[in-house]
């Protein structure tokens, strides 16, 4: 069980590399519809293996605007962004250090939440699983068990709970939000034979995802997915996918479980630079 902390200040902060724009979204960059919890506005966020932390805001129309850095993490292996207050909007991440520390970066500030995290091999959250007020975030550890752990106002986290086993058949997954069209967050999750499987989200706690839902093959093409909502500003939560060459790709959210995203569209290059994408 990993240890909590909360309150406790980081010792590991971060080196400023310079100023950051202003990256406080617009309404333009938002798009037609307000974010909210089913379909947020996340930056995505990109790590060089010296550290160096970049971030990229939508423009709204499917697309990023050019990368913004301020700070340098050089003990960060990885990290979930989050919205604690279920606004839609990004608004603090949980850093997972290199000695399995989980520190929350909010308001500029480090916390120490927890410690032992150096057994997870995948971290993310998909948003809010059975209705609370803040969000969970969900861990996969070395056995292949999914486990969930809520998070309280102060950023500190509940006793895990499990899910189940057997994730480890899957070398990717991920999820931000709603991908089936009843405001509860889903998740997708790659296997090893390229295929991607959908988890539709039940709002139950105690199975908080129903049987999963096959979506299609062929996507071992891609070495790195991920979520950050609404990318488009269409009001649906969307799929990121960046190929060996760097491309990244947008998959659109249709909001249908039957067919849930669109046919991809390239919206950028050079992407493979980032040894880890958020």
């Known amino acids: 069980m990993a240890a909590a902390a909360a309150g406790t200040a980081a010792a590991d902060a971060p080196v400023a590399s310079g100023p950051a724009k202003n990256i406080t979204p617009s309404a333009a ?7 909210t919890p089913a379909a947020p506005f996340f930056l995505l966020s990109a790590i060089l293996p010296s550290g160096q932390l970049y971030v990229y805001m939508p423009d709204g129309k499917g697309g990023f605007d050019a990368r ?8 960060l292996k990885y990290a979930v962004s989050i919205d604690p207050d279920q606004t839609g909007y990004q608004d603090g991440s949980y850093h997972v250090m290199d ?21 997870y091999s995948s971290v ?24 969930r752990f809520q998070t309280k106002a102060d950023g500190s986290l509940a006793p895990r709970v499990k899910i189940g086993a057997g994730w480890n058949q899957y070398t990717q997954i991920t999820g931000l939000g709603d991908l089936t069209g009843d ?16 988890y539709k989200g039940t709002g139950n706690l105690r199975k908080p995802f129903a049987s ?26 969307d ?31 050079a992407f493979n630079q980032y040894r880890d994408l958020f």
């Open 68 to 75: 913004s850095g301020a700070y340098v993490w050089p003990h």
């Open 124 to 147: 993310f959250s998909p948003g809010t699983l059975g209705g609370a007020k803040h969000p969970d975030v969900l861990a996969r550890d070395s056995q292949g068990v999914l486990w």
């Open 183 to 198: 405001s509860k967050p889903d998740i997708v999750a790659r296997n090893g034979q390229g295929v991607l499987w959908l």
């Open 99 to 119: 000695d399995g520390t989980v520190n929350l970066w909010r308001n500029a500030r480090l916390t120490r939440v927890a410690t032992g995290w150096g057994r």
């Open 29 to 35: 960059m938002v798009g037609e519809h307000k974010p």
């Open 212 to 237: 999963r839902v096959r979506v299609g093959g062929g996507w071992n093409q891609f070495n790195r997915l991920v979520a950050t909502g609404d990318v488009d500003g269409d009001g649906r939560s």
């Open 239 to 269: 799929l990121l996918a960046r190929d060996p060459k760097g491309n990244l790709w947008l998959y659109k959210g249709t909001g249908k479980a039957s067919s849930p995203f669109k046919t991809r569209v390239k919206i950028g290059s």
